[in-house]
Structures are given as C-alpha cells and as structure tokens.
T-cell receptor, first 112, second 113 residues
Framework: EAQVTQNPRYLITVTGKKLTVTCSQN?????MSWYRQDPGLGLRQIYY???????DKGDVPEGYKVSRKEKRNFPLILESPSPNQTSLYFC???????????FGPGTRLLVL | AQSVTQLDSQVPVFEEAPVELRCNYS??????LFWYVQYPNQGLQLLLK????STLVKGINGFEAEFNKSQTSFHLRKPSVHISDTAEYFC???WGYGNKLVFGAGTILRVKS
C-alpha cells in the first residue's frame, strides 16, 4: 500500500531535549516536505526537499533541521525544542512539487 | 509576499443544501491550485487540483472548483452536502516554478441534519 508513515504519532517532551520525528514514503517520490498545523494558521511549510541531499527552507524553518540521505526518508530534527514548537506536524511527499502531495497521519508534539 | 486567503473560518450548513468555500490568492501569475480535505484526526487528502486547461475542475465526492484568473480565486462548491462532508478544507497554491506549496488557514465545514 502506498503510504507516508510518521513516528511517533504522539510525543510529550521537555524544553531543550533533542528529538527526531521520522518520515518515510514507499512511493519513490522525489519531493518531500514538513508542515506544522496550528489553529487558525493552516499548514505552514517548515522545510522541503527536491531530492536526495537537496533541502531548502520553507516559511517557518527556525528551530528545525532536516536531512535527506535516502530518497524514502526525511526526518525532522528539533535540536532544542521550545514550547512554541508545540504543534501538529505533517510529512508529505509527491513525485514533484506540482503533483498531488500525500500526507502522513501526523505527529502531535507537546513541549513542556 | 505570496498569500492564500480563505475568507470563512467556519461554514455551517444543513444537509442537502449547497455550499461554497471561498479561496483567494495574492497574485495572478502562473499558478497551480489545490483543495485538500482533512477529516477529524486524520491527515490531508486531495479533493481536486487545477494545473492547466478547463477552469472548472471536478474532484472526488461531488466537489468542484472554478479557477478565476481575473479575480484570483479558486472557490470550492458542492450542490448538495452530506453529514459525512463535515471536515476542514484547505486551499493551497503553488506559484509559477516555485518549489513551495502555500496553504490557506482552512475552513471548517459543519453539516447539520
């Protein structure tokens, strides 16, 4: 089954404790992206990747890092999480930026 | 700056009534337009998209949208809604050869019996 998976689905952590949210797709897509969803703000893009080893900032990259060492994986790293990063995070992939994006189920993060 | 505006944060409607969810974007240069739906506690899935060609686009579940270049709008419509259409709907735009997809703030559609 074609899908985008994210882990963990739920995470509670404390300020400053590094964490990684994994994202994996099995559709051989080139384009992958991370979004955060906050009430009243819709989805805002954090980082995107056009292909392996090619990443770029979205609209809200501060406090986040990403890497794309393999085509299928696109982890999101929070080196020192802060409470304002409490949010619902979605990973998405598509064959290219103009095509339909397929979204993962989301990761709900609470930073205390 | 490029922006996407969804004019209504919530739209209540009775079952079997028609509905229109409005979306405007900031620039009329070449655009690619999308509507996504998010059911409660789920990820987003594509309803329909406009890349080129006919300005009236039909999607899944009986939804359609019309691209209006002069008004920079891409409103979503359904002639008769069902309870199961209750969800949050997001308009998204990619400009020209840009690499980013910009989403609107979302419209919550509440269908009442």
């Amino acid at each position: 089954e074609a899908q985008v998976t994210q882990n963990p689905r739920y995470l509670i952590t404390v300020t400053g404790k590094k964490l990684t949210v994994t994202c994996s797709q099995n559709m051989n897509h080139e384009y992958m992206s991370w979004y955060r969803q906050d009430p009243g703000l819709g989805l805002r893009q954090i980082y995107y990747s056009m292909n392996v080893e090619v990443t770029d900032k979205g609209d809200v990259p501060e406090g986040y890092k990403v890497s794309r060492k393999e085509k299928r994986n696109f982890p999101l790293i929070l080196e020192s999480p802060s409470p304002n990063q409490t949010s619902l995070y979605f990973c998405a992939s598509s064959q290219n930026v103009a095509e339909t994006q397929y979204f993962g189920p989301g990761t709900r993060l609470l930073v205390l | 700056a490029q922006s996407v505006t969804q004019l209504d944060s919530q739209v209540p409607v009775f079952e079997e009534a028609p509905v229109e969810l409005r979306c405007n974007y900031s620039s009329s240069v070449s655009v690619y337009l999308f509507w996504y739906v998010q059911y409660p506690n789920q990820g987003l899935q594509l309803l329909l998209k406009y890349l080129s060609g006919s300005t009236l686009v039909k999607g899944i579940n009986g939804f359609e949208a019309e691209f209006n270049k002069s008004q920079t709008s891409f409103h979503l419509r359904k002639p008769s809604v069902h309870i199961s259409d209750t969800a949050e709907y997001f308009c998204a735009v990619r400009w020209g050869y840009g690499n980013k997809l910009v989403f609107g703030a979302g419209t919550i559609l509440r269908v009442k019996s």
